[in-house]
């Protein structure tokens, strides 16, 4: 999907396709009961396959949870397409706060929080020490995303949802000092991230009286966070998809259709009922008057 709507809806500016085809991704989404819908397109038939194994061992609670958070990244995608059709460069604020849903934040959450059990109580995962940690988390990996994408998106898809874009258009700057702001942004959501960790989290623990076993698992998820952002950097640095060489290929125009084939005899259809197909061309008014 992150490859498709750019490909379908931003060229065409068709924000109702794009709400339409929205609307037809929540069918394949149930909580409890079976899908009836029918795929119509190889997304919604992976939505589909992906939903249903994915799902498998959820409770309901945390398949609404789940569910929620497709949907917001699909609301994403749709304010995208609207911005494009309105030809509207977002300002910083509004642009990091949705690209938080267009990155799948919150569905990396719903999905990364399983394996922890029922240990921590939900209202601690609803402070704002826990959303300051999964938040710094996910605005440094958007951000070192939108740098190495940055290419990519202006000069091969003409999209304008990049931090760079944003920047550049909102501070009327050149590029490489909107890359420099970016930079500077991602280094210091990295400092908040690790002022949580050595600050907020132990704060924390002592305001709600956490016993070990909850304290292990909030630190589990810290280090999860900070290897997850590790790991994003590492495929962005060794994954092709950014690389110009890779973009000047799959982005290659093709070459134009000749007006006229030249017929080749080997191509000729033979068999019974095929010998119409080879008479000869008329000949022109000069070649009947030589003739």
Known sequence: MDDYYPAVFF???NLIAAKVQGRRLQEFMPIDEPVTATPANP???GLLDLWTRTTAA???DHRHEFRRAVQSFLTACEWEVLNHTLHRIPDPID???MRRDTFGSDLTKALSRPPHGNLVPPQIYRTQTLANLENTAADYAILLNDLFSYQKETEFEGDFHNGVSVIRNFLDCDRDRAVTLVNDLMTARMQQFEHVVAVELPTLYEEYDLDESVRDVLNQRAAELQGRMA??????MNCRRYRESHLLHRFRPQPPIPASLPTLPF???TG????????????TASQ???G
């Open 288 to 290: 009947i008057t030589s």
């Open 58 to 60: 959820m409770d309901t």
């Open 43 to 45: 997304l919604e038939l």
């Open 272 to 283: 019974l009922g095929t010998h119409g197909l080879r008479i000869a061309p008329p000949r």
């Open 95 to 97: 642009y990091v706060e």
């Open 11 to 13: 060229p065409t500016r």
């Open 267 to 269: 191509l000729r259809p």
């Open 231 to 236: 790991a994003i950097l590492n495929w962005h």
